[in-house]
């Protein structure tokens, strides 16, 4: 089974990212009916989830969502708190919106439930990347997540407030709450 | 100077580790090129047209002694014994090994410097008038605004991964020293009607090869939002701006793209989320940053002395040196003092290793231990008593730094150029050298007056040609370097762009051309007080096209110069 990095850990994943084309799930067949959908838990694209939204709300907490970086997650903003997983898709690790995208659906959604950075996600990002509310990393095939894991520790604290810590260091100095 | 403390120091640490980890897995071929490319740019590495170019950051131009006898220490063992200092403050070594930064960046985070985001699509070093907290006329010091943002900014992990650089400046006094209107945000220190501090904010500035005057889009930010304002604009920046065409990605097209007003619109939306959150800045952290600056303890002195007065009437060259690199002080019987790093044979910006040293040595004994860097490629010993200016002027003639020439036509700002940049078209160094010796007459100089003369090798506009009163542009034409001349720009609150007069010039011609435009100004000048860009804005720039162009055609072969009667 594939692995990705999940809460600091490689675990198993059992996830099955729905990408490429889907339109044939889109096309209704002889007999009117939609086709079915795969089985196992599945992580659609937004646009699938608009269309399909009352087929695939049966299987909540068992779907999940993928947005690629430019898009915005607002049309689909009440569905998020139950969705099992939402990735966000780095089409290349220097194109800097997924950051932004995951503290939007962290901060201003109130997402709490795992968000998993996936595409081009390399070592040398994921300390930015978990300071941005992701919390799972599926790493292509030539990195090797067990090696990737010591990234997640590059820095033992941060200047700015973030996800992963709301309270920027000028106020935790006062606390006397820095790393 | 701004002091770390023990987690500033270990943020600094931790990112000289994390980046040798990655230069050992680029050299054991583990880390890909591509991969590698801005994890070096974002320490401060280029790979340039000799060897890899280290930029190291010398946050808003403030530099202590021990800092720069390390700089010194630096450019000796790792590269030819010299450094350059570049239009933002920073200085770049030219000569290093990929390999030796790790240990370079081990080296200067023993003396509390970096070269953090000096490069790569992030937030750069953060800029300031370099009169900062001297200047008589300031209105509100910039530099505890200045460290707030460049721990704000420092490994910000939202906003590494731009479409395009992004670079801040910010300015406290009436005079806008920083150039603010052409970065891609501006901040204006202000006070409120109560006498607060707030930001005037401006966004969407640059040069390069589309300059662009930014645009005013908050008059008054109180400083407790400073941070949540900047998150705000870097996010919808980050989100919207273009990605797909390198040329067309920094802020000011996104600005332009939306117009300013709907820009401020969309900013303000963003704003709404983060107005009031916990990146609000406390008045805790503020006092805690200007409390962590080491000031000069100034001493009660007259405000002239008369041995000062009695050696300027007596000493013309001490006179002349005094009127252009001495500069008025907010302390009475203190001055602030410009090193021109503008002299024969040593291209703009540079100092060796030795100078370095020995400059320390000054700094120390006149000026409380520190220096400033001025994005005109000058140092500035910012805090000198007036009565030991004399003494100075001595020690610095003796180093050949004591050139007259601060504000004039050879205090030239020229980018590295072809000689060193990989990006250039064409050389600035030999064109900025040929100039120089052309006007080497310092009374005909004195006598033209203050003119900004800019040279950059190319679009990317590092040496601010746009905003130079002369402003000069290597371009490419079939394979071979051109330079293209514009005049009539200015920088500072009232920042214009210059004019192109007109079709390019060879290398060798560029010295007669900039000597017929001034000898058009010195023709059509409207007493001493007019300034060339004056004179420009008067007369416009036909006279000077019809000067420079107009019997070009029949004496393509060149007529003996005819040098203006000064």
């Known amino acids: 089974m594939a692995t990705l990095i999940r809460n600091a850990r490689v675990r198993p994943d059992s996830w099955r990212l729905l990408e490429g084309p889907f339109d044939r799930l889109l096309i209704p067949a002889e007999d009117g009916l939609l086709p079915d959908l795969p089985a196992e838990p599945l992580i659609v694209p937004l646009a699938l989830w608009l269309r399909r939204r009352d087929d695939l709300v049966e299987r909540l907490p068992h779907v999940g969502l993928w947005l690629a970086a430019d898009q915005d997650p607002q049309s689909a903003a009440a569905d998020l708190p139950r969705f099992g997983v939402i990735a966000v898709r780095f089409g290349e690790f220097a194109d800097g919106r997924g950051y932004s995208l995951a503290r939007v659906l962290r901060e201003r959604h109130g997402y709490r439930g795992e968000l998993r950075a996936i595409g081009d996600v390399r070592r040398d990002q994921l300390y930015y990347l978990a300071s941005c509310g992701f919390d799972a990393f599926v790493l292509p095939d030539d990195e090797d997540p067990r090696g990737a894991l010591a990234a997640l520790t590059d820095f033992s604290d941060a200047y700015q407030s973030s996800v992963a810590r709301p309270s920027p260091l000028f106020r935790r100095r006062l606390s006397g709450a820095c790393a | ?566």
């Open chain 2, 1 to 566: 100077m701004y002091l770390y403390d023990e987690i500033d120091q270990r943020i600094v640490d931790e990112r000289v580790r994390q980046y040798r980890d990655q230069t050992r897995r680029y050299l054991a071929g583990t880390l890909s090129e591509d991969a590698f490319r801005p994890l070096r740019l974002q320490n401060g590495l280029y790979i340039q047209r000799h060897a890899p170019m280290l930029r190291i950051a010398i946050p808003y131009g403030l530099l202590a002694s021990y800092q720069l006898r390390k700089l010194a220490t630096i450019a000796r063992r790792y590269d030819r014994g010299y450094g350059h200092f570049s239009t933002r403050q920073n200085l770049q070594l030219n000569w290093v090994r990929l390999e030796d930064v790790p240990d370079i960046l081990g080296d200067l985070a023993t003396v509390q410097m970096h070269a953090i985001q000096t490069s790569g699509n992030c937030i750069r070093n953060i800029t300031t008038d370099h009169f900062a907290g001297v200047a008589p006329d300031e209105i509100v010091d910039p530099l505890v605004w200045c460290e707030v943002l460049r721990q704000w900014s420092a490994l910000n992990p939202e906003f590494a991964y731009l479409p395009r650089k992004f670079k801040i400046a910010v300015n406290g006094s009436r005079e806008d020293r920083a150039a603010t209107r052409v970065h891609d945000v501006g901040l204006h220190a202000v006070r409120g009607s109560g006498g607060e501090t707030g930001f005037r904010v401006s966004v969407g500035g640059g040069l390069g090869r589309t300059p662009m005057i930014g645009h005013v889009i908050r008059e008054f930010l109180p400083w407790q939002h400073l941070l949540t304002y900047l998150d705000a604009i870097l996010r919808v920046y980050n989100r919207h701006g273009r990605r797909d065409n390198k040329y067309r990605a920094r802020v000011k097209f996104l600005v332009k793209e939306r117009g300013a007003p709907e820009f401020a619109h969309e900013i303000d939306a963003e704003w709404t989320h983060l107005k009031g959150g916990p990146a609000t800045l406390i008045p805790e952290e503020v006092e805690r940053i200007a409390a962590r600056f080491v000031r000069p303890a100034y001493e009660a002195l007259p405000a002239r002395g008369a041995e000062l007065e009695a050696r300027l009437s007596t000493d013309a060259g001490f006179a002349r040196w005094h009127g252009r690199n001495v500069h008025p002080h907010k302390v009475a019987g203190y001055a602030a003092v410009t090193v021109s790093l503008k002299r024969p044979g040593s291209a703009p910006g540079d100092v060796t290793a030795a100078e370095m040293d020995a400059l320390a040595v000054l700094a120390d004994r006149y000026s409380h231990g520190e220096l400033r860097v001025t994005h005109e490629q000058n140092l500035i010993l910012a805090d000198v008593r007036q009565r030991d200016l004399a003494a100075l002027w001595g020690e610095l003639r003796a180093l050949g730094l004591a050139v007259p020439n601060i504000g004039l036509l050879t205090n030239i700002v020229a980018c590295p150029g072809g000689d060193f940049c990989s990006l250039a078209n064409a050389r600035s160094i030999p064109v900025a050298e040929a100039i120089r010796e052309r006007f080497e007459d310092l009374d005909y100089v004195h006598d033209i007056g203050p003119l900004d003369l800019n040279i950059s090798g190319c679009m990317n506009s590092c040496g601010h040609h746009h905003v130079g009163h002369i402003g000069i542009l290597g371009v490419d034409k079939d394979g071979s370097e051109w330079y293209q001349i514009s005049i009539g720009g200015s920088q500072g609150e009232h920042a214009s762009l210059g004019k192109v007069i007109g079709p390019s010039f060879a290398q060798d011609e560029v010295a007669d051309v900039i000597e017929r435009l001034i000898a058009c100004y010195l023709a059509h000048r409207d007493g001493d007080a007019e300034r060339f860009v004056d004179t420009v804005a008067r007369i416009g720039i036909s006279p000077f096209k019809e000067y420079v162009y107009g019997n070009a055609h029949q004496e393509r072969s060149r007529a003996p110069r005819q040098l203006a009667a000064a």
